[in-house]
């Protein structure tokens, strides 16, 4: 059991602080927009998404993809590639959002989840095929 955890170390702590990640946008989301009425369906997500997005970078780096820059050029290339990922994907959430709740007039928690499980995917795959990839 230990050999099998090593050996999918990464994908289990990604899923682990993807799912903490998850929890913070949820929970952001759900309190600024769906219990509060506090703004508006776009400007909660956005918010909501700025505080994911910072735990997801510091947990990204340090806890599952093990990143350490040696340079303060190869540091800041990787900032600058994951946000600019994670607005990608910030991108891909506003649509799904857009379309499910404003649009089809979906329910708003249950569209969330769907959104927050592809963007988690697709994420993952940004930081370990680019992001956070082993350089020679």
């Known amino acids: 059991m230990i050999a099998i955890i090593k050996q999918y170390w990464e994908v289990i702590s990604y899923l682990i602080f ?17 219990w509060g009425h ?28 093990d990143s350490r820059q040696s340079s303060k ?13 994670r607005v990608a994907s910030y991108l891909l959430d506003v649509a799904i959002l857009a379309i499910g709740i404003s649009w089809l007039h979906m329910n708003s928690f249950l569209v ?16 370990k095929l680019i992001i956070f990839r082993q350089r020679d």
Do not use: H, M, P
Request: glycine content about 6%; some cysteine; hydrophobic content about 55%.
């Open 18 to 34: 993807g799912g903490l990640t998850t929890v913070i946008n949820l929970g952001v989301f759900t309190f600024l927009y769906t």
């Open 112 to 127: 969330k989840v769907l959104d927050n499980v592809l963007v988690v995917v697709v994420n993952y795959i940004f930081s």
């Open 73 to 85: 050029q190869d540091a800041l290339r990787e900032l600058g590639s994951f946000f600019f990922f």
């Open 38 to 65: 506090y703004c508006g369906v776009q400007v909660a997500n956005l918010i909501a998404w700025v505080l994911s997005v910072l735990f997801a970078y510091i947990t990204n780096k340090l806890y599952v993809f």
